[in-house]
């Protein structure tokens, strides 16, 4: 059975042919964000981090912490190593360490902003999907870089 693409015009062929590469081409970048979308467990497998869709890129928030509770007070854990003295009282249960995740021209790695609880402070960062259950977060302040790899938790 033909189709008839024999008897469409040039003009018309490659305008039919730029629309099925670009409908074979949609669902592969959709499948990769996909597969960003969930939930993480971070290399020390002390705590979990949600990744979704915000804004016009993705999101990575602290849903749950192994030990809930920091053994030197006995309360939550609060972000003590932020910079900014106003937010060191804040939960960390909640906070982004993940922020403006937008794909950077491939179907694997996002840029935006990582934030360290270890330094208490943002960095330009990236996530790379390495595989659809594991994903490296890094941070990088000028010439220096530090990552960690993640697996899917769901």
Request: proline share 6%.
């Amino acid at each position: 059975m033909s189709l008839g693409f024999d008897t469409l015009l040039p003009l018309q062929r490659t305008t039919l042919a730029a629309f099925v590469l670009l409908a074979l081409m949609l669902p592969l970048r959709g499948a990769h964000a996909g597969a960003l979308d969930g939930i993480w467990t971070v290399e020390d497998g002390r705590a979990k981090v949600r990744i979704a869709p915000c804004g016009d890129g993705f999101c990575g928030n602290v849903i749950s912490i192994e030990e809930p509770n920091d053994p030197a007070t006995g309360a939550p854990w609060r972000d003590k190593n932020n910079i900014n003295p106003v937010q060191r009282n804040r939960p960390l249960l909640g906070i982004k360490v993940a922020t403006g995740m937008k794909p950077d021209g491939s179907s694997s790695r996002w840029i935006g902003r990582v934030y360290s609880i270890d330094y208490g402070r943002e960095y330009a960062g990236s996530i790379t999907l390495l595989s659809p259950s594991r994903l490296k977060i890094e941070g990088c302040q000028m010439m220096i870089c530090q990552s960690e790899i993640w697996t899917k938790a769901d």
